[in-house]
T-cell receptor, first 117, second 114 residues
Framework: DTAVSQTPKYLVTQMGNDKSIKCEQNLGHDTMYWYKQDSKKFLKIMFSYNNKELIINETVPNRFSPKSPDKAHLNLHINSLELGDSAVYFC????????????????FGEGSRLTVL | AQSVTQLGSHVSVSEGALVLLRCNYS??????LFWYVQYPNQGLQLLLKYTSAATLVKGINGFEAEFKKSETSFHLTKPSAHMSDAAEYFCAVSDPGGYNKLIFGAGTRLAVHP
């Protein structure tokens, strides 16, 4: 039973198209994240939601729009795709903020590899 | 701002040899520190974490790491490498009391040869 699941796992599309990646977690966590891993394996946080509220928004182009319909889901919609958007996108979740009994561990999905042609 | 530096983008060891992957961090507050492993075409799996308790932390698959505040280091070690340890390893730092925003190092590719 997958804890953090992302769909699709692979996505190949043309420049200028709009695409979405979906993420669901069944861990009961209230915080979810999107990370981008580039071709050099570098991981950078994009967004984070806590109980459906946006709490982290790094300097990401506004073509990227996250949506959290409930705390178990965090979807990523990308408009007008560009070649530079090609990457692996990872969804993750954690139990609230760090500190106290929560030690800040993130649980990751298996990634969605986006290729823009 | 927090940051992580992993020394050596590629490390190669023989099977049975000691594994040492280096990580140095920068943080204005006492940090939480993590090591994650990524096998090919998979997500990240937590190996171990330091959260201000014991400075020597033991993780899965025989890995351990030691938090050294004076050296701002959190190096990952394993006494004897196994072929199955070949993967990408990431060190990460987060701010206790924050929103679990993990800042990752650039990763170290570990190769294990017979």
């Amino acid at each position: 039973d997958t804890a953090v699941s992302q769909t699709p796992k692979y996505l190949v599309t043309q420049m200028g198209n709009d695409k979405s990646i979906k993420c669901e977690q069944n861990l009961g966590h209230d915080t979810m994240y999107w990370y981008k891993q580039d071709s050099k394996k570098f991981l950078k946080i994009m967004f984070s939601y806590n109980n459906k509220e946006l709490i982290i928004n790094e300097t990401v182009p506004n073509r990227f729009s996250p949506k959290s319909p409930d705390k178990a889901h965090l979807n990523l919609h990308i408009n007008s795709l560009e070649l530079g958007d090609s990457a692996v996108y990872f969804c993750a979740s954690s139990q609230g903020t760090s500190g106290g009994s929560n030690t800040g561990e993130l649980f990751f999905g298996e990634g969605s590899r986006l290729t823009v042609l | 701002a927090q940051s992580v530096t992993q020394l050596g983008s590629h490390v190669s060891v023989s099977e049975g040899a000691l594994v040492l992957l280096r990580c140095n961090y920068s943080s204005s507050v006492p940090p939480y520190l993590f090591w994650y492993v990524q096998y090919p075409n998979q997500g990240l799996q937590l190996l171990l974490k330091y959260t201000s308790a014991a400075t020597l932390v033991k993780g899965i698959n025989g890995f351990e790491a030691e938090f050294k505040k004076s050296e701002t280091s959190f190096h990952l070690t394993k006494p004897s490498a196994h072929m199955s340890d070949a993967a990408e390893y990431f060190c990460a730092v987060s701010d206790p009391g924050g929103y679990n925003k993990l800042i990752f190092g650039a990763g170290t590719r570990l190769a294990v040869h017979p």
